[in-house]
């Protein structure tokens, strides 16, 4: 099988740390790779795109780092060559993974990362980091008890779309935040409760007069004035797990929120709690977690909108030079779901 796979391949790597994700990445033409004793070497077939994508190009999650370092956080693939030691998985077998390097037209993962997937699907991408950071995050914080009244933010979006569905499936009165009439009827499609498109009504406005009592959890991603808002808004015991703070990613200054200032007394006077969340700090409870998500997906209990191009002026992301589009199309707001990359060895080499 081996024998019959190219000479050499294309990848992504970043070779200039900035936040600015075009300018931080270039390409490479390289040898094919051979898997060592415990690795698959997989050919991806779909790449997710994320939002820390600039965060990681930037040296954001690892100070340390200097270029060049590969960069791509997951993908679905097949297997095409095994190491040595490796058991449970074959040739052309389907799998999804999270590991460093997803932006290559192949890459190796050690195999006891590798999740089998029944078909080499684009689906699968949304639940390796999307889906997880949803699941994991609010089962630790969000402690979602039925009748609960919970907020996400970026709802329409990679993991909002998520967040959404499994506190609808726990019971909970579910509120989202968007940008687009398009993204209030996907909303609608799976569940919520309340959509608020923040370019009509003002979120504050729609909190403080239809839930005076406050939000029970908050599941918030954009930061600046959205964070004060939501913390504004949290009530008796509420929670509010960070999951980001998008709005600050594009810029050399990060995030600064004068909320810091009144959050300890806010916080105190209602019992409340702001807590962090990073996936990459859970990855004992990876393997459960996609389990769990994949099996309600195929039971039809979950969807997963994955979006991948479609309203992208100049069409399809193909490709692993087209990774450069698709991060750009996530920061014009104009995604539904998560942004995936197909990956066609023969589409790219013309690029
Ligand atoms: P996404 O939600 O698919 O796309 C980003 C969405 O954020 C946009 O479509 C837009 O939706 C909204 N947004 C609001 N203000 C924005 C701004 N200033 N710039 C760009 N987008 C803005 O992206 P994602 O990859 O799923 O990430 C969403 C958030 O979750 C990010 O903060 C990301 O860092 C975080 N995240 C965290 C973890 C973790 O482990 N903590 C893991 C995955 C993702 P509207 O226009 O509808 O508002």
């Given at each position: 099988m081996a024998s019959a796979l190219p000479r050499t391949f294309r990848k992504m790597i970043v070779s200039k740390l900035t936040q600015n994700f075009k300018e931080a990445v270039t390409f490479q033409t390289v040898p094919m790779l051979k898997p060592g004793p415990g690795d698959l070497l997989i050919r991806n077939r779909f790449v997710g795109i994320n939002a820390s994508d600039i965060n990681f190009t930037a040296g954001r999650y690892d100070p340390t780092a200097r270029p060049p370092f590969d960069i791509g956080f997951e993908g679905v693939g097949e297997v095409v060559d095994v190491g040595s030691d490796v058991q449970k998985f074959e040739h052309g077998q389907g799998v999804a993974y999270m590991s460093n390097g997803a932006f290559a037209e192949y890459v190796l993962v050690p195999a006891n990362i590798a999740t089998p997937v029944p078909a080499t699907k684009a689906e699968y991408v949304p639940f390796l980091v999307s889906g997880r950071t949803a699941d994991i995050s609010l089962q630790e914080f969000g402690k979602l008890k039925a009748g609960e009244t919970v907020l996400v933010t970026a709802a329409a979006g990679g993991t909002g779309q998520f967040a959404v569905q499994l506190a609808k499936a726990a019971g909970c009165h579910v509120i989202g935040t968007c940008s687009t009439q398009s993204k209030v009827d996907f909303l609608k499609s799976i569940g919520c409760d309340r959509p608020i498109n923040y370019t009509e009504e003002k979120l504050a406005d729609v909190l403080k007069k239809e839930y005076p009592g406050g939000l029970d959890v908050v599941y918030e991603s954009i930061g600046g004035p959205t964070f004060e808002t939501c913390i504004k808004s949290l009530g008796f015991k509420g929670r509010l797990i960070v999951i980001g703070y998008i709005s600050g990613y594009e810029s050399d200054q990060g995030f600064i929120a004068s909320v810091l200032n009144t959050l300890p007394q806010r916080l105190l006077s209602k019992s409340a709690s702001v807590c962090g969340f990073l996936?990459?700090?859970?990855?004992?409870?990876y393997s459960e977690s996609f389990k769990r998500l994949i099996s309600m997906y195929e039971d039809g209990k979950l969807k997963a909108a994955i979006d991948n191009g479609k309203n992208n002026p100049s069409g399809r992301f193909v490709g692993v030079a087209s990774v450069v589009d698709a991060v750009k199309y996530m920061y014009t707001k104009k995604s539904e779901g998560k942004i995936v990359v197909e990956l066609n060895p023969e589409e790219t080499s013309k690029l």
């Open positions: 996936l990459f700090h859970y990855a004992n409870r």
